[in-house]
């Protein structure tokens, strides 16, 4: 493999850059198990203000923010009605069942998002486990960042009214939605029960996460935190991180789309690939491979092996998400000239012509 690696594995893999190092530095600080932290506490109200949300809790992870809330808005023993593909699913290590007695009840869809009429023939009958939450993920991480508009996300919750149902918005990357949907996050986030974004994705953080909500809420779920081991000492030293990123991530989204546009156009080109690159809306993009892609023939180590092990040996990184499918996600330490070089390496590893 090349020394010189373009890392597209996700956006959680970005360092912080030299003022965030400086802010870390001259945090001011306190005891935030005490609710003592200045800097977290400004980071709270700014994250909670920028959601048109009462209040935040400062949280190390999004899977810990996830989890905090499904724990307050579900009894033990209900179901909680998901994509089949999301995050508190696949990636949160069945979290929702060992801390909260919670069981998943998933509907598939290719695009990511939930279907309302589908949502509402999940819900539960009398004789099976209550339907106790809905959670929703915009974007949706395995389905190639595809994003909820405000109207889908209405219809969603007008559903979970109709039957007095909490609805959690994982929003890890809600403002990549609100970037590529030409709105704020504040719009996507109102009249969910409580939301989660993540600082550490494309915003640029170290570490960290916001779960926003009514004030009632997020006091009862700094108690869940403590429960979690989440509550944290001197944190502002990573809450300084955050709120640079907070108030400078945003700016340069629209950067992290156009690249991944760009990759998708030409992962497009490759033969064998099944990709829609008018699709890609967000920093992410999901490919299926055919077994054309390899002579008509697959691998015997599997398709999706073969291809990261190709693509690793020309120095380009990305990650598996099935036997067949293979996602990248672009980020602000892969600026403009190093997503080109990242095209013309999977050209050189496919042998495929550039474009005349």
């Given at each position: 493999m090349v020394a010189d690696v373009i890392d597209l594995r996700s956006d959680t893999l970005t360092r912080p850059d030299a003022e965030m190092r400086r802010a870390m530095a001259e945090a001011e600080v306190g005891d935030d198990a005490a609710g003592e932290d200045p800097t977290v506490r400004r980071l709270e109200e700014e994250a909670a203000a920028a959601l048109g949300q009462e209040a935040a809790l400062f949280v190390p992870s999004g899977t810990m923010g996830n989890q905090i809330a499904l724990h307050l808005l579900a009894r033990p023993g209900s179901e909680v009605i998901c994509e089949a593909r999301s995050h508190i699913v696949h990636l949160e290590l069945g979290a929702m069942a060992v801390i909260s007695g919670l069981l998943p009840r998933v509907i598939p869809s290719p695009t990511g998002r939930l279907a309302p009429a589908a949502v509402e023939a999940m819900i539960a009958p009398s004789h099976r486990a209550r339907t106790g939450l809905i959670v929703i993920e915009n974007t949706h991480n395995f389905a190639g960042g595809t994003v909820y508009d405000r109207a889908q996300e209405?219809?969603?919750?007008?559903?979970?009214?109709?039957?007095?149902?909490?609805?959690?918005?994982?929003?890890?990357?809600?403002?990549?939605?609100?970037?590529?949907?030409?709105?704020?996050?504040?719009?996507?986030?109102?009249?969910?029960?409580?939301?989660?974004?993540?600082?550490?994705?494309?915003?640029?953080?170290?570490?960290?996460?916001?779960?926003?909500?009514?004030?009632?809420?997020?006091?009862?779920?700094?108690?869940?935190?403590k429960m979690l081991g989440g509550a944290m000492r001197q944190a502002g030293v990573i809450a300084a991180a955050g709120l640079v990123a907070l108030r400078k991530?945003?700016?340069?989204?629209?950067?992290?789309?156009?690249?991944?546009?760009?990759?998708?156009?030409?992962?497009?080109?490759?033969?064998?690939?099944?990709?829609?690159?008018?699709?890609?809306?967000?920093?992410?993009?999901?490919?299926?491979?055919?077994?054309?892609?390899?002579?008509?023939?697959?691998?015997?180590?599997?398709?999706?092996?073969?291809?990261?092990?190709?693509?690793?040996?020309?120095?380009?990184?990305?990650?598996?998400?099935?036997?067949?499918?293979v996602r990248m996600v672009t980020h602000r330490d892969v600026p403009r000239e190093r997503i080109d070089a990242a095209i013309t390496r999977l050209r050189q590893a496919f042998a495929v012509p550039a474009p005349v």
């Open positions: 209405e219809a969603i919750l007008a559903v979970a009214r109709r039957h007095r149902i909490p609805v959690h918005l994982d929003g890890a990357r809600l403002w990549n939605a609100a970037e590529a949907l030409g709105t704020t996050p504040a719009v996507l986030a109102a009249g969910f029960d409580s939301i989660q974004f993540c600082l550490s994705k494309g915003l640029g953080a170290p570490v960290g996460s916001l779960l926003c909500g009514a004030a009632a809420f997020v006091a009862e779920a700094r108690r869940v935190r991530g945003p700016g340069r989204l629209a950067e992290d789309h156009a690249h991944a546009k760009l990759l998708a156009a030409a992962v497009a080109e490759l033969p064998g690939v099944e990709l829609d690159p008018a699709a890609v809306v967000t920093n992410i993009l999901v490919f299926r491979l055919t077994p054309r892609f390899f002579g008509g023939e697959a691998p015997e180590e599997g398709l999706t092996a073969a291809f990261l092990a190709r693509l690793q040996e020309h120095g380009v990184l990305a990650s598996p998400i099935s036997g067949d499918e």
